[in-house]
Structures are given as C-alpha cells and as structure tokens.
C-alpha cells in the first residue's frame, strides 16, 4: 500500500501568492482529515471530510483558507492569499470507516511564506 | 473544553534506562485515546489504540495503558531507535473521527 501521498513536500511562496497542497488518501478510506502543525500550537485538525462531503470545517482559520474534494482520491487546501504567519507543516490523514479508526497520516508539505 | 496535555514535554535517557510518557484529557464521553510517533520530517506513525480503563497494548519496548483520566506510554530499555516526538490523541464523542491532540514529548536516548 502507498498509504497517504502529499504533494509538494516542500513550498516556498511570497506573501500574497496562492499555494496549493495536495493530497491523495489511502485507496478504500473514505475520510480525509486536514492538519496544521506548528511549535507554538501544535497538530491543529483544520477541516475533514465523510465521503468526499465536508464535515466541520471549524478549525480553518479564515476565509483566506478553502478545501475541496472532488473525488475519493483526491483533495486540495488552497490558501489565497498566503501570509506568513500560514508557515507551517500541513498534514493529510485518512481512514477507514469500516472497523478501526485509525488515522493514517502522510508526510506532510512544509510550508514557508515570506 | 477537550483538552489533552502531556508531560514532560522533553525527556532524555540513557539507553536501556526505562521511563513513562503522561497523557493526561479530559472529554466528556472517551471514545479512542491514540499515541503516535513522529520522526523529524515526517507525518505521524500510529502506534496504539485504547478504547476503555484497564486496557494495555504492547509493541516492542512500548507498552501503553489507560485509566479513566490518563494513558501512559511506557518505555522499556529504550534504544537511540526510539528517539522520536510521541503524541498523543483522544478522539471526541460522535461518529466523526475528530481528533484532538496533545502536544507531545520529544524523547532523546543516548547511548
């Protein structure tokens, strides 16, 4: 299994640019889970998504801050436009809904805004 | 308010000197306590899950428990393998899978 892919792994970006992260869950799972980690606060649940719907988005910090999923294996978080207090590594999570509820984390973009 | 605290928030050993990572939360209704590992640059490695106090999980060196207020993961003659962030999750009433996490302990084993 490939488990979670995050594209890019790395993204620099000037203040005011659009970034775009990327991520494709683990085949069969059909919840996917955005996060933010930074020193200061930690592993932050930003928006998740049921069945490609999503859920609560109550973690996203502004308005400047928007995430789509199209299909089950596919999902952005766009950040338009980028500040540089959005510096952060931004994690993908899937699982199951089937049984176990483990998160399955990939391996993260980070993310540096000058 | 969910909350999830762990302690210490910075733990150095030497190697094969054992020792005990906190977690301590308070939720209105567990419903999954979590610990993970996260190595420098990468994303969160799953370790245990425990759904009810008394319950214990062993993987190698690690051993993890839970009681009604906290889960405690217990190291066992660590190695410099084991050197590594630990976090730990509780996951919120509701069929939702939200996860609230605690902010972690960094360990250090030296040889």
């Known amino acids: 299994d490939a488990g979670v892919i995050q594209s890019p792994r790395h993204e620099v970006t000037e203040m005011g640019q659009e970034v775009t992260l990327r991520c494709k869950p683990i085949?069969?799972?059909?919840?996917l889970f955005w996060y933010r980690q930074t020193m200061m606060r930690g592993l932050e649940l930003l928006i998740y998504?049921?069945?490609?719907?999503?859920?609560?988005d109550s973690g996203m910090p502004e308005d400047r801050f928007s995430a789509k999923m199209p299909n089950a294996s596919f999902s952005t978080l766009k950040i338009q436009p980028s500040e540089p207090r959005d510096s952060a590594v931004y994690f993908c999570?899937?699982?199951?809904?089937?049984?176990?509820?483990?998160?399955?984390f990939g391996p993260g973009t980070r993310l540096t805004v000058l | 308010e969910d909350q999830v605290t762990q302690s210490p928030e910075a733990l150095r050993l030497q190697e094969g000197e054992s020792s005990s990572l906190n977690c301590s939360y308070t939720?209105?209704?567990?419903?999954?306590l979590f610990w993970y590992r996260q190595d420098p640059g990468k994303g969160p490695e799953f370790l245990f899950t425990?759904?009810?106090a008394g319950e214990e999980k062993e993987k190698e060196r690690l051993k993890a428990t839970l009681t009604k207020k906290e889960s405690f993961l217990h190291i066992t003659a660590p190695k410099p393998e084991d050197s590594a962030t630990y976090l730990c999750?509780?996951?919120?009433?509701?069929?939702?899978?939200?996860?609230?996490f605690g902010q972690g302990t960094t360990l250090q084993v030296k040889p």
């Open positions: 999750a509780v996951q919120v009433p509701g069929n939702t899978g939200k996860l609230i």
């Open positions: 998504f049921n069945n490609n719907v999503p859920i609560d």
């Open positions: 939720v209105s209704g567990l419903r999954g």
């Open positions: 425990l759904y009810s």
């Open positions: 085949s069969g799972h059909n919840s």
């Open positions: 999570a899937s699982k199951s809904w089937q049984g176990m509820d483990t998160q399955y």
